[in-house]
């Protein structure tokens, strides 16, 4: 005589058979919670990583330069640094052309350094130490007539119509910021 198996001996009852489904969902249920706890913990952290606002309406700045004349020359800021937006004369822009590339420190023809030869754009922090040059142009005599651009009073470096080191101890050009036009007469710098 057989013995019929009996169901609940095998762990087939009707209660455990319900029991890993309720055991998933239960498993489910409970991470979710735990990664919705995570993410709402973490977003402040996160979003704290994003620039200020006050950052990013310094990334960019916009200037209108229709009325800056043959040499002229403005200062905006950007970054938090004074930035030159000079136009160039006729002279100027020769002057600059024509410099033997090998007598520079830091070589670089003066048409990789603008876009349009009558605007030249610097930011105007000397690369020795940070100071901020002014624009001799022949005019104040504090530099070598040769060079006709800006001197920095601290330390005596010179720069020439193209923002390149020509004397003195900045080992670098005045830096050009990534700028474009954005019409004849409105440039975006940054």
Not at 117 to 142: A, K, M, S, Y
Request: glycine share 8%; with cysteine.
């Amino acid at each position: 005589m057989s013995i019929p198996p009996d169901s609940t001996a095998l762990g087939t009852s009707k209660e455990n058979q319900n029991g890993p489904n309720r055991r998933h969902f239960l498993y489910l249920g409970t991470a979710a919670v735990g990664a919705a706890g995570v993410a709402a913990t973490a977003w402040p952290l996160i979003d704290s990583m994003n620039p200020a606002s006050d950052a990013l309406a310094l990334a960019t700045v916009e200037v209108n330069i229709a009325s800056i004349q043959p040499g002229q020359m403005i200062v905006v800021t950007w970054q938090g640094k004074p930035t030159f937006i000079r136009r160039r004369t006729e002279d100027e822009i020769k002057q600059a052309q024509d410099v033997d590339l090998s007598i520079l420190r830091d070589p670089e023809p003066d048409s990789a350094r603008v876009q349009r030869p009558e605007w030249l754009i610097l930011v105007g922090v000397c690369t020795h130490l940070g100071c901020v040059p002014i624009f001799d142009g022949n005019n104040l005599r504090l530099s070598d007539p040769d060079f006709g651009g800006w001197f920095c009073s601290c330390h005596g470096s010179q720069y020439d119509t193209s923002g390149r080191i020509r004397k003195g101890p900045a080992p670098y050009n005045l830096p050009v910021p990534h700028y474009s036009f954005l019409s004849e007469s409105v440039i975006r710098i940054g």
